[in-house]
């Protein structure tokens, strides 16, 4: 007995020797991905945490002291209202985007035939040039001396330019306008993945058109609907541009209100806080929508 | 398919299931080219034929999944033409079960019975009663992933079958199944068609499968229907050359008759051969463009024993040698070129009727014979 006792017990070392060779192996061939990584994300993401527990001084130079006041005044309340505006307009956005892209999406994946890879390349080549660009194109259209203003203007249905620019609508529409084909694609993707005898099935099992797209559609699209969501909400929620550029100083995001932190005020240590605050709540956010709609929407999104 | 059906029109309103001249093109072919057939209620019937000969597409004409291009499909004797297929009293399953993956076993059988606005709980008992009767108990909870390939037929068919149709549809219903589930899933079919009497229109590929399963087959070919008749009819007696070869009479020989009697026809194949045939009753002499043999109906003969090499109205004997022997255990195909043509017969040869010691080798010098009444006549 205790001669098998002993093998056993070798064999089993040597398994766990060799599980540990392995690990090294894989960790020594990932060593070059690991190692930026480290570099560039997890230590940028480890100074603004270090720095979100600091203090500034009078003339913007950091003081290191270590507190709890930056964080302390987030949660105080001070900046509640810019960080719920902030969901809130992530949420509109959102909303329209489903409302907007989903018909669309629905239309190429259903009737787009020969044209399918058209469309999508159409939907995408967009957003291939800068972001700022499209932004700013987007802004001459709008304007008060804008190609809307003055084409309404010039065959007389207004007498006056009407205020696009600076006002929830403009944000609202400029957010929407930057960020709708990431929620086409992936509804897209669903779409066309659909069997489509599973439709003709509800059909002739009595389902009318629009009973289908409910009992059917709708539910095996939700994948798509949830990666979508995904992409949009999160980068919409720290959206900073969109505001600066559409909203003036009227309208602050989370994202606008760190910037202002970072280089108006120059007050680096709250900026920190902010941006450690904003990640901590998408991190949430992210983790409530897998947990419900599970993992293959985030797979799906990646 | 003739004169007996017009007993019962008086009765019953008129069929189950019309095709009145229904047409239908697709750019480049016509997939069904002016074909009209009457099925009965409570019937098996099958569309069978080689793939793309439209078929399915008539199927999903008559679930009105696709539009005919002219002609009417009467169900019940009413006219569905213009009705969408949520409006028809008819169910298809579909070739790919087509389940719905989000919903439970349970919620795929009601799922029609919810778009007819039945109270939940008449919902459940019908359900149930239709998971009963596939054999599928205790799985109502189950989702599709979680099923084997012939859980999701039974599926599919209740939730087809607890809409109580007139007819059903089934497209190529075991296709997707292996060589012994299929077996299976055939004699559960035909067990639950005898249970519930719904009309069954079934469409396949496979011969024996049809044979097997219907109480009428349709055969057809590039959209256009070439014979309906009993399993029987089909197989032993097929009207076409197509359909010959299609249901496995491979021995065909093309030619036309050069002399009638009374009660003996003398017929000329191509190839030179001549036959005698008894005067068939319903085909007209003139009409006659060939006639086939199954393999399993031809006799080789061996040894050196020459019988007198004649062909008589009884017998036809042709001397011949044996090109090659296929051993498929239970029985061996065998090819054997007859003598003085490059005319090649395919024999099967079984071990019960041959004897099990029976050896049959390349190169020999054979007769096959055949007897009068195993041939069939063909008109096109």
Known sequence: MPVLDDMSASQAQAKKREKRKLTLDITAYL?????????????????????????????????????????????????????????????????????????IAYYIARFGGKRKVLWIFLIIVPSWSSYLIRLYALKTLVGTKGTINTLLINIGVIS??????????????????AWLPFMILPIYAALDGLDRSVLEAATDLGATPFRRFFRVTLPLTRGGLLAGSILVFIPTVGEWLVPHIFGGSKIMMAGSLVAHKFTAVGNIPQGSSLAIMLAATLVLILYLTIKWGGREALEKAL | MSGSDTLNTEKQPAFCLEIRDVVKQFPGVTAVDHISLEIKEGEIFTFLGPSGCGKSTLLRIVAGLENQDQGDVLIAGEVVNDLPP???DCSTVFQSHALFPHMSVADNIGFGLVERKIPKADIKKRVQAKVDLVNLGGMEDRFPHQLSGGQMQRVA???????????????????????????????????????????????????????????????MKDGVLLQIGTPNEIYETPRTRFVASFMGATNIFAGSVIDASDDLLTFKADTGLQVIIPTPADIPADQITGFSVHPELID??????????????????????????????????????LDDTDLILTVYMTRGWNGPNMKMSEGEHIIAQWSGESMNLLVG
């Open chain 2, 86 to 88: 949520y409006k028809r």
């Open chain 1, 160 to 177: 006056e330019p009407i205020q696009i620019l600076y006002t929830n609508f403009a944000v609202t529409m400029a957010l929407v306008f």
């Open chain 1, 31 to 103: 060593s070059p991905i690991i190692i930026i990584v480290v570099v560039f994300v997890f230590a940028p993401l480890a100074i603004i945490l270090f720095f979100s527990f600091l203090k500034s001084g009078p003339y913007g130079q950091i003081i290191y002291t270590f507190t709890f006041e930056n964080i302390a005044a987030i949660l105080g309340g001070g900046y509640g209202k810019v960080f719920l505006k902030s969901v809130y307009l992530a949420i509109q956005t959102n909303f329209l985007c489903i409302l907007l892209g989903y018909p």
């Open chain 2, 300 to 337: 080789l003969i061996q040894g050196d024993a020459n019988p007198e090499l004649t062909c008589t109205e009884t017998d036809v004997m042709l001397p011949g040698t044996i090109k090659e022997v296929f051993y498929l255990g239970d029985f061996s195909e065998v090819s054997v070129i």
């Open chain 2, 157 to 219: 068919l209740a939730r087809s079958l607890v809409l109580e149709p007139t007819v059903l549809l089934l497209d190529e219903p075991l296709a997707a199944l292996d060589r012994k589930l299929r077996k299976e899933m055939q004699i559960e079919l035909k067990r639950i068609q005898r249970e519930v009497g719904t009309t069954f229109l079934n469409v396949t590929h496979d011969q024996k499968e049809a044979l097997s399963l219907s109480d009428r087959i349709a055969v």
